[in-house]
């Protein structure tokens, strides 16, 4: 019996130290990379992305575009919308929480003042937290001049 006192105790010991580690949360499970604004890293991510989003239509709309419509997670000109000069918007919002913003523009006149691929890196640098400006035209010159020098994706 003296011998099994120490083992008893000892055994009492490790228990009672394992109790007491914190166990360890599993790592989640791999989502989409940074990098690419157009994609939501988490819900907050696309909550502050949908609210940037609406910063770019209501900027477009200021500088002459026309104002988007809504229709369920899709923002969009309306077809009734004269043509101003300004490409039409078509942009699907992402669904929460690691989804995926779409955008397209259409030119319907062929000369419009600012060019789709122009237009979506626009769009880009709002959500990206580095909107270039559409209401001041020597800024966006040279934020889609310093947009052209680097790749897109």
Known sequence: ????????????LFLGGCAATPTLAPAPPP???PGDPQQCLSRADCTTKTSRTLMFVFD?????GA?????????F?????????????K??????PTGRFEFASQCPEGDCRIGEGDLLRVYRSYLGEQP???LDSKA????LESTSRSPSP
Do not use: N
């Not at 477009?60 to 002459?64: I, L, M, P």
């Open 60 to 64: 477009y709309a200021e500088a002459g």
């Open 67 to 75: 104002l988007v419509q809504r229709k369920g997670s899709w923002l």
């Open 140 to 143: 966006l010159a040279r934020c």
């Open 91 to 96: 942009i699907r919002l992402a669904d929460p």
């Open 31 to 33: 989502g989409p990379l």
């Open 132 to 134: 270039c400006s559409l």
């Open 77 to 89: 000109t309306p077809s009734a919308a004269k043509p101003t000069g300004w490409p039409s918007l």
């Open 1 to 12: 019996m003296p011998m099994r006192l120490p083992l008893t105790i000892g055994l009492a």
